[in-house]
């Protein structure tokens, strides 16, 4: 295919949450509550029509920002974020048609948004949990969607449901991205998980084709075989699925990014995944597809039976690379690969981020097991390598990379943990030659870059987890704008004409406050403040910060409180607690803006109890607490590994 074929515009990447109500700043607002088509990288567009920006999803816009007066962007409004999800609220890019912003929140609700001025023109509720990233595509008037469990079509006017299909099979599967659209087709995938349990086992990922107007199937395509690669296992295997949407190329083909298998590292009974043996096609693959028919023509498997969960789950892109049409991919295992747009044969790789050694580790785990022991420490780990959606302006691919560590102190991936922890990532922002896959520059970010890359002419756009929003040359790497963010954040930026859109969407202190944020030319606004809390108080050292919050209260005399953490760090405020004997009550109070839960288990790591995953309040259990060492954890998936554990300890004995 040809260069013009393939690259269009790019534009927005928001992640953070939403429950609207603007409040404006500057060039401020009020509140209340296609295909596409073809250029060349001299005439990018200056719109945002689809999920990735365009068929292509390419990520890559023109209009006015560039590197000469991308300094001069300034608050126009903000938008808080009142929503509550698994890692925030908000997780999507959203899509602009005919001036009105058009989003969903982790709630799976949809808002139609006055993009000039933030004013919320309707909502449709769902209030059906997932974890993102999630986000609508609007074609023809129709924002096509989905909930946790099913695809569904509204009128763009009103938010009127047309149509509603379920695809998950059973309760361990869900959907948690937002729909590809082409040439009248709806692509919508399931993944092995939701807010409440993933890869638990008989999760398989599919790929639906819907047609556009009536929902109806028109094929589906299995990105994992339905046995689950051991008709043996289907209760502990699970895997595939995608993230993001489908690439099209204009010829009748598709190309997407296929997620991990699991469990990983493996279980107790199967460690290193020996209860899926073999490579598991098509897990951590770029697949081509018949657009017509969804039939198999090639995939490419970066990693075989792979245990670290190293997703190749961002949209594929397009490029040439001496005059050979390419697909170029990465995801968490941190390599960038391109492959032959043909063949799928291997063009070129290029290893990002830092790597310790264990790219490999499932396959040599398989041939020789006794070769790798836990505890074991894997980087990339496995919210590590390019966690976001790669952009390109034609001649460069720029990838955001998250440097975190994890270490696996047995074969669960409940018993992993961040080292350094959740907070404790470092970015990079790299750009990559499209036609020879090398590093033509690389930006260190002082925190984990989860914000995607987004290109505007010749100034390329991320955001790191300390919540700083960045402009880099495209060409140089210089930075050329930086602007602190009203939280930290894992939002991608997304560029609309003069206006730059993000949020502040993972507060991570007292005073922080979730805000999306409109940043345009010319414009002055301030952020708003945000008093603290009553219930916490900081105290800052010159080496560290605490956060102190008060105990919830005791359902009982005999009752153990037990606390997360305020803010919304990935902790609980104490990790050490001590309880007399005759203690049988668990009270867990969760003030924090992010779902949560408390499991604890005794020393042979049997659950005694837990509370319900929610969010605001405090919830009990009763349970029988002799003397011991007991762990508290949540459950929540991720939470656990980003730090959210703590020991009980009841004077005595061992239970």
């Known amino acids: 295919m040809k260069r013009a074929n393939v690259w269009r515009v790019t534009v927005v990447g928001l992640l953070a949450a939403l429950s609207l109500i603007v409040a404006a700043c500057g060039g401020g607002g009020s509140s209340s509550s296609s295909s596409s088509t073809t250029t060349s990288t001299a005439t990018l567009p200056t719109s945002w029509e689809m999920p990735g920006a365009d068929a292509q999803n390419t990520r890559a816009v023109g209009g006015p920002i560039n590197a000469g007066n991308v300094s001069t962007l300034g608050v126009a409004w903000t938008v808080p974020i009142q929503a509550s999800g698994t890692f925030g609220a908000y997780a999507t890019t959203p899509v602009v048609s005919n001036g009105v912003l058009y989003t969903q929140d982790l709630g799976s609700n949809v808002y139609a948004i006055d993009l000039s001025t933030g004013k919320l023109l309707w909502t449709k509720k769902y209030n059906s949990p997932d974890e993102g990233p999630n986000g609508v595509t609007v ?164 990693t075989p039976h792979d245990v670290s969960d190293y997703d190749m789950q961002n949209s594929p892109l397009l490029g040439d690379s001496k005059g050979t049409p390419i697909v170029i991919d990465a995801g968490k295992a941190g390599i960038v690969v391109a492959v032959n747009a043909e063949t799928g044969k291997l063009v070129w790789t290029k290893s990002v981020g830092i790597h310790n050694g264990h790219d490999h580790i499932g396959v040599e785990a398989e041939k020789e097991p006794s070769k790798f022991k836990t505890p074991i420490t894997l980087e990339p780990g496995d919210l590590g390598g390019v966690e976001s959606e790669l952009a390109t302006n034609g001649k460069t691919v720029f990838a955001a990379i998250n440097n975190l560590p994890v270490k696996y102190k047995g074969q669960s991936d409940l018993e992993a943990e961040f080292v350094g922890g959740f907070a404790g990532g470092k970015g990079e922002l790299v750009a990559i030659n499209t036609a020879t896959g090398e590093l033509e520059w690389k930006k260190e970010l002082p925190s984990s870059a989860y914000g995607a890359a987004t290109v505007a002419n010749d100034v390329v756009f991320t ?96 009752a153990i409180p037990i606390a997360a953490d305020p803010t919304g760090q990935l902790k609980y405020t104490e990790s050490q607690i001590k309880a007399k004997p005759g203690s049988d009550t668990i009270a867990f109070t969760n003030n924090s803006p992010i779902e949560h839960d408390v499991v604890l288990v005794n020393s042979s790591n049997k659950v005694v109890g837990q509370t319900p995953i929610f969010v605001k309040g405090t919830k009990s259990f009763k349970a029988a607490l002799p003397p011991g060492t007991y762990t508290f954890y949540c459950s929540v998936p991720g939470h656990r590994a980003a730090g959210m554990e703590g020991k009980l300890t009841v004077a005595g004995g061992t239970p």
């Open 139 to 302: 074609v023809n008037g129709i924002v096509y969607g989905a909930t946790a469990s099913a695809a569904f079509a509204l009128r763009a006017a009103s938010g009127e449901q047309l149509w509603s299909k379920t695809l998950i099979r059973n309760a361990s599967e869900g959907i948690d991205m937002a729909p590809g659209y082409h040439d009248g087709v709806v692509y919508v995938s399931t993944v092995p998980g939701n807010t409440k349990t993933f890869y638990a086992g008989n999760g398989q990922g599919i790929l639906w084709a819907l047609d556009a107007q009536t929902g109806a199937t028109k094929w589906k395509f299995e990105t994992v075989p339905k046995d689950l690669w051991s008709s043996e296992h289907t209760n502990i295997n699970s895997g595939g699925g995608l993230w993001h949407p489908p690439t099209f190329d204009g010829k009748g083909h598709l190309y997407i990014g296929v997620s991990n298998p699991a469990p990983f590292l493996g279980t107790k009974k199967y460690p290193f995944g020996s209860s899926r043996p073999g490579p598991n096609p098509y897990t951590d693959s770029i697949v081509k597809l018949d657009e017509q028919t969804g039939k198999l023509i090639w995939h490419y498997q970066l």
């Open 463 to 558: 955001t790191d987890f300390e919540g700083n929003l960045y402009a880099f040359e495209t060409g140089t790497g210089k930075e050329v704008f930086k602007t602190k963010l009203s939280a930290g954040t894992n939002a991608p930026a997304a560029v609309v004409g003069n206006t730059v859109i993000t949020a502040g969407s993972f507060p991570q202190a007292t005073g922080q406050k979730a805000l999306i944020t409109a940043y345009r030319l010319g414009a002055t606004g301030t952020l708003p403040t945000s008093p603290p809390a009553a219930t916490t108080k900081t105290t800052t050292t010159k080496a560290t910060t605490t956060t102190k919050a008060t105990a919830p209260p005791a359902a009982t005399p005999s």
